[in-house]
């Protein structure tokens, strides 16, 4: 682990050091563009294996709170921000949701039968956009290029398009493509970060994340384990961590509504 962490010291010292959103340091060996590609070509192989939803109704409620969200994003997102933002709805019980490089949203249907109003679909695809925005799978990548597999070979391994369940699980895919690489608990409080100020500069209330991962825990006490826990661990501690940031989002929340940015997505 020591040396894991020498050597990414070494290479971010000649190279490619970032600071992320929250202050910390961040190790970016890729390209914006490189890595949006293979967003978008994750994204592309995901909408040829899975069930797209033309449910209007269902559409609709989604868009709406995805483009709110995306809405929200401030200018200095720009690297990362593709402005326009292509969302699918899937069919499929599984529930998850995810952003990726490029500007893609997915979101599953299971996931709209355990968020319970649109401030709770708003938190997750906040905070998965977050993800994106904060260049987490720039970072997630590079790491690994450092501690696995040397430099060149990850260049490789990238361009070999045999080869794409470690970019997928950088991109934070998990389990239905066969590799796991949770997000590190890091990860996960800068994207709860700042996903809860995109959401509340886009006029969702911030509370309902708290209520959010609280459904979360009592779904995942079923007999299945939701997809979305797998890429995004998810304990007692993360929800007290929202509880104590929700305050300093609040007034956010509150300047929206005083500028009648109120987003009225049925659901
Ligand atoms: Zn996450």
Known sequence: MKKRWVSAVAVCLLTACAVSPTGRKQLLLMGNNDV?????????????QEQISTDPQQNH??????QAITRAIPAQYSATNPGQWEVVVFDSDDVNAFALPGGRIGVYTGLLKVTQNQDQLAAVIGHEVSHVLAQHSNERL?????????MSAADQLLKNTTTKAPAMAALGMGVQYGVLMPYSRAHETEADVLGLQLMAVAGFNPQ???????????????????????THPSDQTRIKELQSLVPRVLPMYQQAQTNGVRPQCAG
């Open 142 to 150: 590079s790491q690994k290029q450092v501690a696995n597999i040397g």
């Open 61 to 66: 409620y989604v868009q709406c709170v995805a």
């Open 36 to 48: 949006a590609q293979m967003g978008l070509s994750s994204f592309q192989q995901i909408k040829e």
């Open 208 to 230: 309902e994340s708290v209520s959010l991962w609280h459904n979360m825990a009592s779904a995942s006490k079923g007999s299945a384990p939701l997809e979305i826990l797998s």
